[in-house]
Nanobody, 127 residues
Framework: QVQLVESGGGLVQAGGSLRLSCAASGSIFSINTMGWYRQAPGKQRELVAAITSGGGTNYADSVKGRFTISRDNAKNTVYLQMNSLKSEDTAVYYC?????????????????????WGQGTLVTVSS
């Protein structure tokens, strides 16, 4: 019902920058929080940054001052600008959205919200 498509990952040298994008599509009534998570080899998935529909943001301590999350509500798209990248930022980055789905059969928003996830995009930072 809801698809998230990420782009922008790749290989970059330490100190460099990358910008990730994630576009949501499907039977969407509204999107609440959107965010980016990452998972490094052998580690658990962790929250990198999140943004509410009103623009409130939250960042992991490890990326504060280096990463910036933003979103375009009209395009159902969230971005992650990553600057001053470090080798420890190497991971698969996943887009997440908390979505209220449109129930077309009953012509109303579905009750409750669902967690939608992208397929992941690999970011590799070489030192």
């Amino acid at each position: 019902q809801v698809q998230l498509v990420e782009s922008g990952g790749g290989l970059v040298q330490a100190g460099g920058s990358l910008r990730l994008s994630c576009a949501a599509s499907g039977s969407i009534f509204s999107i609440n929080t959107m965010g980016w998570y990452r998972q490094a080899p052998g580690k658990q998935r962790e929250l990198v940054a999140a943004i509410t529909s009103g623009g409130g943001t939250n960042y992991a301590d490890s990326v504060k001052g280096r990463f910036t999350i933003s979103r375009d509500n009209a395009k159902n798209t969230v971005y992650l600008q990553m600057n001053s990248l470090k080798s420890e930022d190497t991971a698969v980055y996943y887009c997440n959205a908390v979505v209220t789905v449109w129930d077309s059969a009953n012509w109303r928003p579905a009750s409750g919200a669902m967690d939608a996830w992208g397929q992941g995009t690999l970011v590799t930072v070489s030192s």
